[in-house]
């Protein structure tokens, strides 16, 4: 039987609604944090929820501690209403469809497709979403963003990155990580990218070799490490992700899930890839493909990719 679920934020912490973000019609209690490009519409979000890049929360009341991934989607503008349990995680292009309830510490795997409730503490996963198995954590209090939202409140445009001489990134970007590579990288408008050496983990950062390319609206979250071979090329909303959190415990700490792309491989449009992984060299990418394993060199991957998580 689970322990109390406590609320985890300090109530001396604003809520944080990003510059990008839109928050219409819609309660954000403290300690929660959206971030750009998010879209949070008649909905609430109680204390220490987080809401990544790009995702859509419409009609949905998310309970305490609840960390909802980048490009994730909760809800429709006119559906039912989505109830979202303390302490839960939505992973990264995972949907969640109107009128589900998804329990307390539940976690709904990247590019999941939720159709029908999800019970507390169950891991769920696919299209459309199948129970995996059942969360055994240690009890250590709910996710607790608050830390990590006071220090970003508190920066500057002056952190702002700089792409290398001869990096080509298009304009309406969000540039937030450290870059090295090579001299001729073209990435389209609208890039988000974060990650540093000297943040979570030392191998934070987004580096890239000679002749990479990448297509318009990637968001490249490089606080884990991201490494993009020679000529390998990339279409439309592009999503890497560097980083996990450990299912073991309650609080569902960050974990560092390093991400490695071999030269010459061919990514489609509006591919996910959560590490830690490595793609081979050549490998293919289709469309919409979720990568959450690693992928042989000159192989072709379709459809989500489980391998052996979350």
């Known amino acids: 039987m689970n322990t109390p679920l406590r609320d985890p934020a300090r109530t001396d912490v604003p809520a944080l609604v990003e510059s990008g973000a839109l928050a219409a019609n819609s309660l954000t209690a403290n300690g929660s944090w959206v971030r750009h490009g998010a879209e949070v519409i008649d909905s609430t979000l109680a204390q220490g929820v987080f809401v990544g ?25 006119e559906g039912d209403r989505v109830t979202v349990g303390a302490g839960a995680w939505i992973a990264a292009r995972a949907v969640v469809a109107p009128g589900v309830t998804v329990g307390d510490g539940a976690v709904v795997a990247a590019g999941a497709h939720v159709t029908a409730d999800v019970p507390a503490d169950a891991i769920v996963v696919g299209r459309p979403a199948r129970i995996l198995r059942h969360r055994k954590v240690t009890e250590d209090g709910l996710p607790d963003i608050s830390p990590i939202v006071a220090i970003v409140r508190a920066r500057t445009n002056s ?7 001869g990096w080509r990134v298009g304009p309406g970007s969000l540039l937030d990580a450290a870059f090295t590579g090579g001299s001729d990288v073209v990435i389209g408008a609208g890039l988000i990218a974060l990650g540093r050496p000297d943040g979570p983990s030392p191998a934070g950062g987004v580096r890239a070799a000679d002749g990479v390319r990448i297509g318009e609206d990637a968001t490249l979250e490089g606080g ?3 490494d993009i071979g ?13 980083s996990g959190h450990d299912l073991d415990r309650r609080s569902l700490p960050w974990e560092a899930g390093a991400v490695s792309i071999g030269a010459r491989v061919r990514i489609g449009h509006d591919v996910t890839v959560v590490g830690p992984c490595h793609i081979g060299d050549g490998a293919v990418l289709t469309d919409g493909a979720v990568v959450l394993g690693h992928v042989p060199a000159h192989s072709t991957t379709s459809g989500v990719l489980e391998g052996n998580r979350p």
């Open 159 to 165: 952190n702002a990155a700089t792409p290398p001489a």
């Open 224 to 226: 884990g490490g991201i």
């Open 53 to 77: 890049f790009r995702s859509r929360v419409l009609s949905a009341s998310l309970g305490p501690g609840t960390m909802v991934a980048s490009l994730a989607t909760i809800g429709e503008r």
């Open 230 to 242: 020679a000529g390998t090329e990339a279409g439309a909303r592009l999503q890497i992700l560097s």
